[in-house]
Each structure stands twice: as C-alpha cells, then as structure tokens.
C-alpha cells in the first residue's frame, strides 16, 4: 500500500505531496525533509529502492524532478518503480513533454491524474486514455 506520494525538485522544494494515511503537519514537513536528503544525497549508480524506518522509499529521477513514494514493507517495489513511469508518461501526454512549471501551474489537474490512478493507497487504473478521460471532459466544458 501507499503511504504516501511525493514530487521534488533538485533543490529539495516540494511540487506536490499526498499523503494516504495521517500524518500530522509537523511530522509531515520533518518526514519529507529527511525523506528528500536521503534521495538527493544517493548518486545515480545507486538502487532506487530504500528502506527507510518503518517503509521503503521507491523514487525516480526524471530531468530535475524527483518522484518519491513511501509503500509499506509487503509492496513489490518494482511495480511501484513502474508505477512511477506510468505517472510520467500520463503527465507527458496531457501536458506535452511535462516541465517543474507545468505541475506548479497546474496542480489542481496534476492531482486529479494522481487520484485517478490511487485510491486510498491503491494503485486502480493505469490505462492512460482512462485516468485522462476526465480531465479532457473538464477542458472541453472549460472551453465552452
């Protein structure tokens, strides 16, 4: 399951955070710090697999974006891994080659991809056309 779901920039600034189980706010700014150090301070050549206190931390690097979830020890890390991918590549077809501004301006849209593709720290739909069905009714009404 997903704890939570996490994207930073090279300089540790948070663009996006979601969290599927409570986390107070104190705790969640100190977690995220800690979180983001030991992910920035690992070189390339390094596994993108941590265990991390109770957790694991899966992230993947895209250009100067980090992309971090926090699972629970009985989740398959390379699903997650892939999982990661999957978010990218929708990201990059809505948004046509996806940049840091692109999620800064648009978060609202960013987290209706991610809640279309996790509910409740389950990965549910990774079918593109379908966890972009509803953002693209969105855009047309918006237009009208």
């Not at 800690?34 to 390094?46: G, Y």
Request: aromatic content about 12%; charged content about 25%; overall charge negative.
């Amino acid at each position: 399951m997903i704890k939570f779901f996490l994207m930073v920039n090279k300089q540790g600034q948070t663009r996006l955070s979601k969290y599927y189980e409570h986390v107070d706010v104190n705790k969640r700014t100190l977690l995220e710090t800690e979180v983001i150090k030991s992910c920035l301070s690992r070189s390339n050549e390094q596994c993108s697999f941590i265990e991390f206190k109770d957790f694991k931390l899966i992230y993947r690097q895209y250009a100067a974006l980090f992309i971090v979830v926090g699972v629970n020890d009985t989740e398959n890390e390379m699903a997650i891994y892939e999982f990661i991918h999957n978010f990218v590549e929708v990201l990059d077809e809505y948004f046509s080659r996806v940049s840091e501004l692109d999620i800064m301006f648009n978060l609202d849209k960013v987290h209706i991809i991610l809640d279309e593709m996790v509910l409740n720290g389950c990965i549910v739909e990774t079918n593109r056309a379908r966890i972009l069905a509803p953002l693209l009714i969105l855009d047309k009404m918006s237009e009208s």
